[in-house]
């Protein structure tokens, strides 16, 4: 007798499967984007704002790690002189071309935000983590394998988006050592904090996250 109860994990699988698939094809066609349409001057502006922001030095943005946190950055945090992202100019253009599936993502890609995270435990590859100053607790996963993590690492600054039923991670993973009580630290948390009562954390996160790069961790 042949069963008509749906098969819901194979229905998941298959879901997962696309939404990773839509995902890694819309950053695969903003990478070739962004490769052909990078205003050198917007570039240069760029690393000094990131170098302030992230308290190294111009010059260390040229080696790794450095280069792959600003690239990334640039990529999805940096305003431009005329006030965009260069990841929203890129929808923008190609919306007429790109799927309703891959607009529907971009949506979230564009809002995501550098954050913060304790580590809580790491399993089969992902990490499971809690926001900073909340106890809400999330599962981060790779779209291409393990996340990058020791077991040591206690702290974390990544940007994800939920992707299917997954809290996919796209950008660097940047350990962190955060300090206890330090002032600054705490400044930050009151404005994070008066930001979430504005419901405007999202926002602040997005202008302020490389901020956190003063607390990476060295040679990661």
């Keep these: 007798m042949i069963s008509n109860v749906p098969d819901f994990e194979k229905h998941r699988r298959e879901k997962q499967k696309q939404a990773d698939h839509d995902l890694t094809a819309l950053l695969d066609a903003y990478s070739n984007w962004l490769k052909h349409n990078t205003n050198l001057r917007e570039k240069v502006r760029a690393k000094h704002m990131f170098a302030e922001q992230a308290g190294c030095d111009t010059q260390e943005l040229e080696e790794e790690p450095w280069r792959r946190y600003f690239e990334d950055w640039f990529a999805f945090d940096y305003v431009t002189v ?61 779209l291409t394998g393990d996340v ?34 330090e002032t600054r630290l705490k400044e930050w948390k009151q404005r994070y904090e008066k930001k979430e009562e504005e419901q405007r954390r999202l926002r602040f996160m997005k202008e302020n996250g490389a901020s956190w790069y003063v607390y990476t961790e060295p040679n990661p």
């Excluded at 580590?119 to 909340?134: D, F, K, R, Y």
């Design 82 to 142: 005329i006030g965009s992202r260069l990841f929203d100019m890129f929808i923008k253009e190609n919306s007429a071309v790109l799927p309703p599936s891959q607009i529907q993502l971009s949506g979230l890609v564009l809002t995501a935000a550098l954050e913060p995270y304790k580590v809580l435990s790491l399993h089969n590859g992902a990490a499971t983590v809690s926001p900073l100053w909340e106890k809400e607790e999330k599962r981060l996963s790779s």
């Design 148 to 181: 990058p993590l020791s077991q040591k690492t206690s702290s974390i600054l990544v940007r994800s988006v939920y992707c299917g039923f997954e809290n996919r991670v796209f950008s660097p993973v940047v350990p962190l050592s955060i300090p206890e009580n």
